[in-house]
């Protein structure tokens, strides 16, 4: 049962264009909502993240977009770069739970 | 400090061999997770340590599948009698405390072939 739905599988953006990331759950009880950045052999990183309370949450060139009634949220890198050429996973939490639940991620290509 | 560190970075084994990976936490986080992630896939909760408890082992896929963590420190994940489907990049996280109010750091992974 795959409860966090990703989507593009993979993505390709000119430099300076936008990206949009989209995800989809099922989990009424995930309250926490963070985007992991993973670039070739290393580990994720926290990019960002976003609790319910709020539809929408920037910090930079990045924009999560959080629709509760529709359960989906997405990802917004503005001005795309090469350096932003990564692959992307979504992931969602409940309360003071631990375990992250990941999309399949999506491998995002910034052309120059 | 240093990060998460894992290792070895790549294992390649036979099917039927034991393996062992090893996972550094970042000091003084008392949580610490391993995740699987096969190819193509996100990543898969295996089991969640507390100190050196384990109270959740529920994403563990079989009971060739063991875990354990010494005190707030190293980490093993033994895997018996590797099969093939075993392959994957095996991740480990730590985390200052359980919840979602603590960011969890990940290492970069071992990638497991079971040939």
């Known amino acids: 049962q795959q409860q966090v739905k990703q989507s593009p599988q993979s993505l390709i953006v000119q430099k300076g264009g936008i990206s949009i990331i989209n995800c989809a759950y099922e989990?009424?009880?995930?309250?926490?909502f963070p985007w992991y950045q993973q670039f070739p052999g290393k580990g994720p990183a926290l990019l960002i993240a976003?609790?319910?309370?709020?539809s929408e949450k920037k910090e930079g060139r990045f924009t999560i977009s959080f629709n509760k009634s529709a359960k989906q949220f997405s990802l917004h890198i503005m001005d795309s770069q090469p350096g932003d050429s990564a692959t992307y996973f979504c992931?969602?939490?409940?309360?003071?739970?631990?375990?992250?639940?990941f999309g399949k991620g999506t491998l995002l290509t910034v052309n120059p | 400090g240093a990060g998460v560190s894992q290792s070895p970075s790549n294992k390649v084994t036979e099917k039927g061999k034991d393996v062992e990976l090893r996972c550094d936490p970042i000091?003084?986080?008392?949580?610490l997770y391993w995740y699987r992630q096969r190819l193509g896939q996100g990543l898969e909760f295996l089991i969640y340590?507390?100190?050196?408890?384990?109270?959740?082992k529920s994403g563990l896929p079989s009971d060739r599948f063991s875990a354990e963590r010494t005190g707030e420190s190293v980490s093993t994940l033994t895997i018996q009698r590797t099969q093939q489907e075993d392959s994957a990049v095996y991740l480990c996280?730590?985390?200052?405390?359980?919840?979602?109010?603590?960011?969890?750091?990940f290492g970069p992974g071992t990638r497991l072939t079971v040939t």
């Open positions: 996280a730590s985390s200052l405390d359980r919840g979602v109010y603590y960011e969890q750091y």
């Open positions: 989990n009424t009880a995930f309250d926490y």
């Open positions: 976003i609790r319910p309370d709020v």
């Open positions: 992931a969602a939490s409940a309360g003071s739970n631990y375990k992250l639940t």
């Open positions: 000091s003084g986080h008392t949580a």
């Open positions: 340590f507390q100190g050196n408890s384990a109270p959740d």
